[in-house]
Structure formats: C-alpha cells, structure tokens
Nanobody
Framework: QVPLVESGGGLVQAGESLRLSCAASGSRFSINAMGWYRQAPGKQRDLVASITGGGRTTYADSVKGRFTISRDNAKNTVYLQMNSLKPEDTAVYYC??????????WGKGTLVTVSS
C-alpha cells in the first residue's frame, strides 16, 4: 500500500489563500490522473479538480478561476492552489491518485476551514 501524505490545510479568513499538497511516497509506481475531492459535513464527496498525466485539467464550476491544480511527476506530488477562499469551500479535502495498473489511492484528508 502506498502512503499518501497530505498537507496544507488549516483555518483562514474569506478571501485568503491556501496551498494543499499530496505526495505519494514509497516504491516506484506510475501515476495516471491525480485529483482533489472535498466533503463538507453532511454532504457527499465531490470532485474539486483533476489533472491527467498529460496535464489536462478539470475543475468543478464552483472553483473555476479560483483554484489551480498542478503536479510534479518527479516528486509524485499533486498540488491545489486555492485563492479567494469562501466559507462554502470549508470541507475535508482528499487527494486521489489513479495508477496505471488500475489501483486508486486516497489520502486521509486535510481540513480546510474558511471563516467569514
């Protein structure tokens, strides 16, 4: 099992920024798509942003223009730059890695709280 290490969550005020990162450590493996999901209290887990191996990105409508996903293949790391944060962005954020062998990995989640 490949451990995923997430970091960057915290408490911020509306309008501020945070940068999440998720690194896959351990043995060598090939990562296809990478992404970030979030789950607010009482709600389902939804896709926030994803990035393919070729760099194609997808964003939820609610974060377009504010969030940017990127990846560093040499470090097996995916990032989520979150700007102009809003209280409705408050959630636990999970990273998601899809390996070429079909295995899907999830991080344990990092809490982002945005106060108004």
């Amino acid at each position: 099992q490949v451990p995923l290490v997430e970091s960057g969550g915290g408490l911020v005020q509306a309008g501020e920024s945070l940068r999440l990162s998720c690194a896959a450590s351990g043995s060598r493996f090939s990562i296809n798509a990478m992404g970030w999901y979030r789950q607010a209290p009482g709600k389902q887990r939804d896709l926030v942003a994803s990035i393919t191996g070729g760099g194609r990105t997808t964003y939820a409508d609610s974060v377009k223009g504010r969030f940017t996903i990127s990846r560093d293949n040499a470090k097996n790391t995916v990032y989520l730059q979150m700007n102009s944060l809003k209280p409705e962005d408050t959630a636990v954020y999970y990273c998601n890695l899809n390996l070429f062998n079909g295995i899907v990995l999830w991080g344990k989640g990092t809490l982002v709280t945005v106060s108004s």
